[in-house]
């Protein structure tokens, strides 16, 4: 009889086992739930008071950028240099507003600052050449080599600047072309402004031959000058013999004019001084070869 009833026993044990188990489980488990609702419970003032310091910041830092804005658009600041220096500040102004509310999450501030530093070196790294255009668009907008509307000449490209952008600088060239320098290379280049100051000196040179009176050709030059009414007075235009050459006279011309009008005389009196060289008989050089045969005797 005792033999019979041994395996009935044995299997009421194994389903008291597996009863147990289960209620551990389910006791583990509820457990779990109720920290979890315990801990919503103690956070989810603090997820409150975080979003409400994000909403209310974002606000406020659009507000400030739009302050920032109209007081910059009174300075003397270009368009591209404004809106460049709004959109820098909104940057920062969100990236404050972003670890204020983190802050009272009781998110470690040490594992954000050493999160925003690990994020900055690579970034750092991977954009180095964006950083130093970057960096260059800086340099522009504080020390003002140039502006917009501004001629200048930077390597080897001369035109108009149409845009001072944040990463690279646009100009328009003489001869109907854009181009678009990298701010880093521009504060790095040799920059020529030609139209920083109202004035602009016209250099030209003009050659005769030494068979011609030069007195008559420097005469003849100062007509022209003084019949041209874009030409300064003030400083004096300048009509002298600069060089004795193999087979010429070397004049250098050099006259004042506004920058505006810098081109127009330039063509014009290389015209002109052509045109009144030829009514004086004064002859232009140009590149001959003279053969000489002797008779032998």
């Not at 409400?52 to 974002?58: A, D, E, K, R, S």
């Not at 994020?119 to 964006?130: K, R, T, V």
């Not at 200048?152 to 035109?159: P, T």
Request: glycine share 6%.
């Amino acid at each position: 009889m005792f033999h019979i009833l041994l395996p009935a026993v044995e299997t009421v044990t194994e389903d008291r086992q597996i009863l147990g188990n289960i209620q551990d489980s389910v006791e583990k488990t509820s457990g779990l739930f109720s920290d979890a609702l315990g801990y919503l419970q103690k956070g989810l003032p603090l997820l409150i008071i975080a979003l409400i310091i994000l909403v209310v910041g974002v606000l406020i830092s659009k507000l400030i950028a739009k302050i920032v804005g109209k007081a910059v658009s009174k300075s003397n600041v270009n368009g591209a240099a404004k809106s460049f220096l709004v959109s820098l500040i909104k940057i920062i102004l969100y990236i404050a507003v972003v670890i204020m509310a983190l802050s009272v999450l009781n998110v470690p501030m040490s594992s954000i600052i050493t999160i925003l530093g690990a994020a900055g070196l690579a970034i750092s790294l991977a954009l180095q050449s964006c950083l130093s255009n970057l960096s260059g668009g800086f340099i522009i907008l504080f020390t003002k080599p140039f502006t917009t509307g501004d001629i200048i000449e930077v390597d080897g490209s001369v035109g108009t600047v149409k845009e001072i952008g944040i990463f690279y600088t646009k100009i328009a060239t003489f001869d109907g072309k854009t181009v678009l320098l990298p701010n880093g290379k521009v504060t790095d280049a040799k920059i020529v402004n030609y139209t920083e100051t109202p004035l602009r000196r016209v250099d030209l040179s003009f050659d005769i031959s030494y068979g011609s009176d030069f007195e008559q050709a420097q005469s003849a030059v100062l007509e022209v000058i003084n019949e041209e009414k874009q030409i300064l007075g003030d400083p004096a235009p300048i009509v002298r013999m600069s060089s004795h050459n193999n087979s010429s006279v070397s004049i250098d011309v050099l006259v004042w004019v506004k920058n505006e009008d810098f081109l127009t005389v330039k063509y014009d009196m290389t015209e002109k001084v052509k045109a009144a060289f030829e009514q004086n008989g004064i002859e232009i050089p140009f590149d001959q070869l003279d053969i000489h045969v002797k008779d032998k005797i």
